[in-house]
C-alpha cells in the first residue's frame, strides 16, 4: 500500500504561481511512477503530468507543458508539481496518484494508476 497527502492548493491571480507537494508513505520504491491529476467542476479528471520515481524522467500534458514542472526530493518522498503562468481555467482539484511497473509507456489514464490522493483545490482568480 502507499499513502499519498496532497498539500499547497490555495487562492493565486491569473499569472502567478504555486507548488503543490504530494507526499508519499508507505510501500514506495523505484518502480513508481507518481502522476499529477486534476478536475474542475462539471469536467472529467484529466492528466497534468508524471514523474517516474527512479530516474526522475517526467511528462507532461499539451495544456500544462511548458508552465507546470514536477519533481522529486526521494529523501523526504515527496513530489512537486510547480506551476507558473496560472491561467483560470487551471482552477480545478489537483490530486497526486501512484502506480508501480507502468512499463516504458506513460500512463496518463485515471483507470492506469492504483493509489490517490484526497485532493488539493487550486483556485486562479483575480
Known amino acids: 500500500q502507499v499513502q499519498l497527502a496532497e498539500s499547497g492548493g490555495g487562492l493565486v491571480q491569473p499569472g502567478g504561481s504555486l507548488r503543490l507537494s504530494c507526499a508519499a508513505s508507505?510501500?514506495?520504491?523505484?518502480?513508481?511512477?507518481m502522476g499529477w491529476f486534476r478536475q474542475a467542476p462539471g469536467k472529467e479528471r484529466e492528466f497534468a503530468a508524471a514523474i517516474r520515481w527512479g530516474g526522475g524522467a517526467t511528462y507532461s500534458a499539451d495544456s500544462v507543458k511548458g508552465r507546470f514542472t514536477m519533481s522529486r526530493d526521494n529523501a523526504k518522498n515527496t513530489v512537486y508539481l510547480q506551476m507558473d503562468t496560472l491561467k483560470p481555467e487551471d482552477t480545478a482539484v489537483y490530486y497526486c496518484a501512484a502506480r508501480r511497473n507502468p512499463g516504458s509507456t506513460w500512463p496518463t489514464w485515471t483507470y492506469e494508476y492504483t493509489y490517490w490522493g484526497q485532493g488539493t483545490q487550486v483556485t486562479v482568480s483575480s
Open positions: 508507505g510501500r514506495t520504491s523505484a518502480s513508481l511512477v
